[in-house]
């Protein structure tokens, strides 16, 4: 197996003013994290908010320098605060970004922004099969060729995370790092994405770091497992030993507190509630 | 008593290729000290109507209704001072995308102090101690200090935090939670929906909670309402939709959980209906 992604002793520090309450600081909210990841493998990241799974991520897709440790791709050690990345090796990392709004020009129509990324990387390409590839895309994610002309602000929450996601496969990227792609899909929409995302990998042999608060997301499309909290990985291993014996006290409380769906449990709540209020 | 009405409700938006009906003819009720979720496919117009209420649409979107009333207030025939009066008091809303509703040049503590003293009328030192008491319900790590960062400081749960916060401040009468707790784990999510739902029972506040979790449903809601592709399609008492789901999109939801995966690929909607439809 060609491990074909890895992380050494990954660092990030943030200098915040101290705003309203005392002076500047800075704040490690990644602290010395080490991963492999092989090819047509898929790592999933899991931890606590602000525990530093988007800042790794964003790191791993080539959009921050870590403040200190070697990040490989390839075998190849890449060092963005050194040598900006050339754009075979931008089009062969793409991100998928937590909060897709933010990431989208409002002013720039769908079709566009799917476009743009193959007219800077790929200017062999035409126009013409610029915008085919990009129809196509669209359905592939759910959506359709009518909603090529539209801006960003014309689509609803899942609408333009789905963008997002079609945005980043649009350069047939080798890796995709992807941030909390599905947690704004319903669950039929998510099923869609996620076997687009199972079909891909199988067929191009792509290599996924997904990011995810979701542990039956996790279950269903990880490889491999790494827990972090408070900016450390504190629990890292396959899915089937992460979820058979989970040793970290943060992964047994994920999933001491997945909510229950079952009948028994609503049936209880309810009358627990109908209790409080006659009692009122 | 119903606290929101709404009957047969149209929002159709223009577009480059035509009019387009996002929400059609949906009817929806909730009363005093009711949660109602409602759930439904992406672009199913979840957002659309709620952001009707709010008054919040684009010029673009052309709205209908026979009747869409607060507390028995013609929200259609408000004007807007009227309807200023309420929004951001009496009701308010968490955004689907909280990121996208913080602005990005003001700190997080500033901006929910504005909210705080403009609404409520608090003094500058009563908004800041409110602030950070409200940091610290929604669970804010180092609130203090979180007070005084941009939004783009923050993580994704952060921000979203914040907007909850914003949105509990003025203890609404109605609060509209769009997707609240897509950004945070279970561990998190749970404390978020302890914190709605002591509200909530303190006081008398309803709740109208979209979202497609069917684990925040089964956790929260009273009544629930089905949606799909601008309609709705089924209304029921949350224990009657979990026991015995009538349309097919609602048992698609309910199996399309990954946990019941079988084999390797996820069902689907369209899996469900071509089931029906055999
Ligand atoms: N640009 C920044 N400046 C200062 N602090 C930051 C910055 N970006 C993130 N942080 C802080 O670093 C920590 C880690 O943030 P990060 O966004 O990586 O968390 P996360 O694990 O992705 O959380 P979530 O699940 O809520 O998205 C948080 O405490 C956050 O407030
Ligand atoms: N300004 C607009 N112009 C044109 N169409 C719009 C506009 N805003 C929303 N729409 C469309 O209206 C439909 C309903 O959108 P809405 O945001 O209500 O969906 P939703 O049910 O909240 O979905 P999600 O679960 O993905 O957030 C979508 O098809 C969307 O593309
Ligand atoms: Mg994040
Ligand atoms: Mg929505």
């Known amino acids: 197996m060609t491990v074909v992604l890895e992380g050494r002793n990954i660092t990030q520090d943030y200098h915040v003013s101290g705003g309203l309450f005392g002076g500047a600081k800075t704040v490690r909210a990644v ?47 890449v060092d963005i605060s050194q040598k900006r990345p050339g754009p075979e090796m ?6 998928v970004f937590q909060n897709p709004y933010g990431s989208l020009n409002p002013r720039q129509k769908i079709g566009s922004v799917l476009t743009e990324p193959l007219l800077i ?26 909603h090529y002309n539209r801006y960003p602000h014309m689509f609803s929450g899942g609408q333009r995370q789905r963008i997002a996601i079609a945005r980043a496969l649009m350069l047939n990227p080798s890796l995709l790092v992807l941030d909390e792609p599905v947690s704004a899909l319903d669950l039929s929409v998510q099923a869609q994405v996620l076997n687009l995302l199972a079909d891909l990998q199988e067929e191009f042999g792509l290599t996924y770091v997904f990011v995810s608060h979701d542990l039956s997301v996790v279950r269903y499309i990880a490889d491999d497992v790494m827990v972090i909290s408070q900016g450390e990985a504190v629990e890292q291993g396959t899915r089937e030993a992460v979820f058979a014996n989970p040793t970290h006290p943060y992964t047994r409380q994920l999933f001491a507190a997945t909510p229950v769906t079952d009948v028994e449990a609503i049936r209880a709540r309810v009358a627990k509630r109908q209790a409080a209020r006659a009692a009122v | 008593m119903a606290i929101l009405k709404i009957r047969n409700l149209t929002v159709r938006f223009a577009t480059s290729t035509g009019s387009f009906t996002a929400v059609d003819g949906i009817d929806t009720e909730v009363d005093r000290g009711e949660v109602l979720a409602i759930v439904g496919e992406s672009g199913s117009g979840k957002s659309v109507s709620m952001l009707a209420v709010m008054g919040l649409l684009p010029d673009t979107a052309t709205i209908t209704a026979d009747e869409m009333s607060y507390d028995g207030h013609d929200l259609l025939k408000m004007t807007k001072a009227e309807r200023r009066q309420l929004i951001g008091r009496e009701i308010t809303m968490i955004f689907q995308e909280p990121i996208a509703s913080l602005n990005p040049s003001f700190t997080v503590g500033f901006q929910i102090e504005e909210v705080l003293r403009l609404n409520l009328g608090l003094s500058r030192r009563d908004a800041r101690a409110r602030a950070l008491e409200l940091f610290k319900q929604v669970g804010i790590p180092s609130p203090e200090e979180k007070l005084g960062a941009y939004p783009h400081q923050m993580s994704g749960g952060q921000c979203q935090r914040v907007m909850i916060a914003m949105a509990i401040a003025s203890k609404p009468r109605l609060l509209i939670a769009d997707e609240p707790t897509t950004a945070l784990d279970v561990t998190i999510q749970k404390q978020i929906l302890d914190l709605l739902m002591s509200l909530q029972e303190e006081y008398g506040m309803a709740l109208i909670m979209i979202t497609h979790d069917m684990g925040v449903v089964a956790e929260t809601a009273d009544r629930v309402v089905v949606q799909y592709k601008g309609r709705k399609m089924e209304e ?43």
């Open chain 1, 31 to 77: 602290k010395g994290i080490n991963f492999s990841v092989e090819k047509g493998k898929t790592l999933a990241i899991v931890g606590e908010s602000g525990s530093g799974k988007s800042t790794l991520a964003r790191i791993i897709a080539l959009i921050d320098a870590p403040s200190g440790g070697d990040l490989l791709i390839g075998s190849e050690k």
């Open chain 2, 236 to 278: 029921a008492d949350v224990l009657s939709l979990f026991e015995a789901p009538q349309h097919p999109y609602t048992r698609a939801l309910l199996a399309a959980l990954p946990e019941n995966a079988t084999g390797d690929r996820l069902p689907t909607v369209s899996d469900f209906f071509a089931e029906g439809a055999q």
């Open chain 1, 90 to 95: 931008r089009s062969r990392v793409q991100m």
């Open chain 1, 121 to 146: 990387n790929k200017p062999e390409i035409s126009a013409e099969e610029r915008r085919s590839l990009a129809e196509a895309m669209l359905v592939k994610v759910g959506l359709g060729p009518e």
